[in-house]
C-alpha cells in the first residue's frame, strides 16, 4: 500500500480509503448489508494497509458510523477516521435537499447544528476526535448559512482538539475558494472516475495548485468498472443505477460500448496481474491531483482486493492509454 499526505495536515492515509456509504445500507446499494460482516471487511482493510475510512451521519441515519465505530475499537491508532456534517434528518431548519431513509434530509450547516452534529458523530464512532472532518455539501443560503460562520466553527473544533482537520465536498471551485478565504481546509472529496473526469478536472487543477488534497468516490462507477456487471444485467425498479441522470453509463447502448473498452484492457489486466477494478483504482490515484480514492466493500473478499489497487504501479503508456480510450466514451453522455 502507498501513502500519502492529506493536505499539508501532516496526516498520512493510504491511497486507497475505505468509503462506508454502503455500509450504511440504501435503497440504491440493492441488498443490505450484513453489520458483522461489515465489521470484518473493515478488519480486512485495515490488515490489507489501508487507513483511510470515510465515513458520514446520513449513510443509514447513523448505522455506518457506529459499525465502523464497532469495528474500529481498540483499533483506533491505525485508522485516520474521517467523517461529515451538515446533512441532518432531525432537524428542518436547515434547506431542503431531498427525500433518504424514508426521511426529509436538509443542508444545514450553522454552527449550532455543527457542535451538535460533531457530538454525535463522536459518540457513533465511539472516539474522541475525527482526524478529517468534512462538510457534505455546499449551502445553498449563504444568508443564514454564510461561509464564514461554518467554517470559524470547525476551526474552533479544531483548537478544542475535536477534529484534527477540516475539509470540504461536492463543492465547485468557487466555493472551495470560498472556503479557503475562511479556514484551514486541507482537503476536498467529490464524484470522480475514468469515465467521469472531465465535471471534476476544475476542481483538481485547483486542490493540485493549493495543495489540496482530492478525496475521489465511486472511482469505479457503482460496480460497472469492476467488470462485474455485463450487458445483461438487470437491476431493480428502485436501484438507481436506472436512473440516466444519475448516472448514463448504465443505459444499455452507452454500457455496451463502456464495457468494449473494459474487454480491450484485459491484456493490461494481464501484464499487471490485478483484475480490472484493480487497474482502474490504479489509473485513478495516478491521476495528477487526486490522491486519494475511496472504495466501498460489503464483505472481506472486496476490501482485500481494493486493497491491492494501491499496490498496482502503472506505466506512463499505459496511464495514457486508458485515459484516451475513456475519452472516446465521454461524448457518448
Request: glycine fraction near 8%; charge should be negative.
Amino acid at each position: 500500500m502507498r501513502y500519502r499526505p492529506l493536505g499539508n495536515s501532516g496526516i498520512q492515509a493510504s491511497v486507497i480509503g475505505l468509503g462506508t456509504w454502503v455500509t450504511g445500507g440504501s435503497p440504491i446499494w440493492g441488498e443490505d448489508p450484513d453489520d458483522k460482516e461489515s465489521i470484518r471487511a473493515i478488519d480486512a482493510a485495515l490488515d490489507a494497509g489501508i487507513t483511510l475510512i470515510d465515513t458520514a451521519p446520513i449513510y443509514g441515519i447513523g448505522r455506518s458510523e457506529e459499525v465502523v465505530g464497532r469495528a474500529i475499537k481498540g483499533k483506533r491508532d491505525q485508522v485516520v477516521l474521517a467523517t461529515k456534517c451538515g446533512l441532518r434528518w432531525d432537524d428542518a431548519s436547515g434547506t431542503f435537499m431531498g427525500h433518504m431513509y424514508g426521511k426529509d434530509v436538509y443542508r444545514n450547516t450553522r454552527p449550532d447544528s455543527i457542535k451538535f452534529e460533531i457530538e454525535q458523530s463522536l459518540q457513533r464512532l465511539d472516539t474522541t476526535h475525527i482526524d478529517l472532518y468534512q462538510v457534505h455539501w455546499p449551502t445553498v443560503d449563504h444568508m443564514t448559512m454564510p461561509v464564514t460562520d461554518t467554517m470559524a466553527t470547525l476551526m474552533k473544533l479544531k483548537d478544542q482538539g475535536k477534529i484534527r482537520s477540516i475539509g470540504v465536498s461536492n463543492v465547485s471551485v468557487c466555493e472551495l475558494d470560498q472556503n479557503l478565504k475562511s479556514g484551514d481546509v486541507i482537503a476536498d472529496q467529490a464524484r470522480y472516475s475514468i469515465l467521469s473526469q472531465k465535471q471534476e478536472q476544475a476542481v483538481i487543477n485547483e486542490c493540485r495548485e493549493k495543495h489540496i488534497a482530492f478525496l475521489a468516490y465511486q472511482p469505479l462507477e457503482q460496480g460497472l468498472l469492476t467488470g462485474k456487471i455485463t450487458r445483461e444485467t438487470k437491476f431493480a425498479d428502485d436501484d438507481i443505477r436506472n436512473n440516466a441522470d444519475w448516472n448514463p453509463w448504465f443505459q444499455p447502448s452507452v454500457r455496451d460500448q463502456v464495457i468494449d473498452v473494459l474487454d480491450a484492457w484485459d491484456e493490461l489486466t494481464t501484464k499487471y496481474d490485478c483484475t480490472l477494478a484493480q487497474l482502474v483504482l490504479a489509473w485513478t490515484v495516478e491521476q495528477p491531483g487526486v490522491t486519494h480514492a475511496l472504495v466501498g466493500a460489503r464483505n472481506v473478499q472486496q476490501a482485500e482486493a481494493n486493497a491491492r489497487g494501491g499496490e498496482v504501479i502503472l506505466g506512463d503508456h499505459d496511464i495514457d492509454r486508458m485515459t484516451a480510450d475513456a475519452k472516446k466514451l465521454h461524448a457518448l453522455v
